[in-house]
């Protein structure tokens, strides 16, 4: 079982900062078979969209939306990723879903974290 715990999440004015963390853990899985770990969003009746992805290389892909302006990172151990957002805007309340590729017996398996809200007022 891996389980995904999220942090970070909040109130903040526009123009201003939130880092989201994301740790995985679990009883069955080493935390050198994560593969990518990222963040999407998820607007209510809305389809959830990358925010931004990076591989166990240290990859980072990011959607047009934020470029320039939020910076993913793994740590040192991998098995935490964080989303640094700066210059916050309206547009970018949202809840904010991390998620963890892991390969494992059955094959490479996506985990989600609960979610958390981040609201950016004008």
């Known amino acids: 079982q891996v389980q995904l715990v999220e942090s970070g999440g ?3 004015q526009a123009g ?3 880092t989201l963390s994301c740790a995985a853990s679990g009883s069955d899985f080493n935390v050198h078979h994560i593969r990518s770990m990222g963040w999407y969003r998820q607007d209510p009746g809305k389809e959830r969209v990358l925010v931004a992805i990076i591989s166990r290389a240290g990859v980072a ?3 047009e939306v934020v470029k320039g302006r939020f910076t993913i990172s793994r740590d040192s151990a991998n098995n935490t990723a964080l989303l640094q957002m700066n210059s916050l805007k309206p547009e970018d309340t949202s809840v904010y879903y991390c998620h ?3 390969a494992q017996v059955e094959g490479v398996i996506r985990y989600w974290g609960q979610g958390t809200q981040v609201t950016v007022s004008s």
Do not use: E, K, R, T
């Open 10 to 12: 909040g109130l903040v």
């Open 16 to 18: 201003g900062s939130l």
């Open 61 to 63: 892909n990011y959607a």
């Open 100 to 102: 963890a590729d892991i």
